[in-house]
């Protein structure tokens, strides 16, 4: 497990832009996937992003591409969602989350695949 810190979470308009960053800390971080799960309002935690460490593949719910962008810079043990056209229904907690383990070889794409969690940043998107 690492240690994980988002920020960039905030208040914006429709049409409007954010970006969103994470630190890990407690080493270098060596899992497989870095991703960006979100919990709106009276919703369940849903995957938005994803980022394999390794190759920097990406994965990105269908409500978001196109518009989200994920990236990561493996030496600064960072991860980034560059979120563009924010839309009403992009209001939500944002959470940074890793896999951890070295021997997962695909994508992590689902919350029981993570064992590492931020605190959650508040992003809300007004119409």
């Known amino acids: 497990q690492v240690q994980l810190v988002e920020s960039g979470g905030g208040l914006v308009q429709a049409g409007g832009s954010l970006r969103l960053s994470c630190a890990a800390s407690?080493?270098?971080?060596?899992?497989?996937?870095m991703g960006w799960f979100r919990q709106a309002p009276g919703k369940e935690r849903d995957i938005v992003a994803a980022?394999?460490?390794?190759?920097?593949?990406?994965y990105y719910a269908d409500s978001v591409k196109g518009r989200f962008t994920i990236s990561r810079e493996r030496a600064n043990n960072a991860m980034y969602l560059q979120m563009n056209s924010l839309k009403p229904e992009d209001t939500a907690v944002y959470y940074c989350?890793?896999?951890?383990?070295?021997?997962?070889?695909?994508?992590?794409?689902?919350?029981?695949?993570?064992?590492?969690w931020g605190q959650g940043t508040q992003v809300t998107v007004s119409s």
């Open positions: 980022v394999r460490w390794s190759d920097g593949s990406t």
């Open positions: 407690g080493g270098f971080f060596s899992g497989s996937t």
């Open positions: 989350a890793a896999d951890s383990v070295t021997w997962r070889f695909a994508m992590a794409l689902h919350e029981r695949d993570y064992d590492s």
